[in-house]
């Protein structure tokens, strides 16, 4: 199992930017391919972007795609979320999850381990 911690959230203007890390710990990092997803109030989880294990290959939801940033970082056992140009339907509580499967997926049930979750709000 690996435990998941997201930090970096918090409240920001539209058209600001906010970076978020989720720190893992426990079993090999560089094993699981790496997921955010997020959930507005009253809205099922919705898929925003995933890495490959060594940090190559990404995937991004279409709502998010060119504003949004993954990357990882094995040796600091971390993965990122560089959010820029925000809009207020960005709005949500973003989770980091870990998949033990190979391949980049957007399906929630393909996501193994999840985290707390860090609140962004935008502000319009």
């Known amino acids: 199992q690996v435990q998941l911690v997201e930090s970096g959230g918090g409240l920001v203007q539209a058209g600001g930017s906010l970076n978020l890390s989720c720190a893992a710990s426990?079993?090999?990092?560089?094993?699981?391919?790496m997921g955010w997803f997020r959930q507005a109030a009253g809205k099922e989880r919705e898929f925003v972007a995933a890495i490959s294990r060594g940090g190559v290959g990404t995937y991004y939801g279409d709502s998010v795609k060119g504003r949004f940033t993954i990357s990882r970082d094995n040796a600091k056992s971390t993965v990122y979320l560089q959010m820029n140009s925000l809009k207020p339907e960005d709005t949500a509580l973003y989770y980091c999850a870990a998949s033990g499967t190979l391949g980049l997926s957007s399906r929630v049930t393909s996501y193994d381990e999840w985290g707390q979750g860090t609140q962004v709000t935008v502000l319009s």
């Open positions: 426990g079993r090999t990092f560089s094993s699981y391919t």
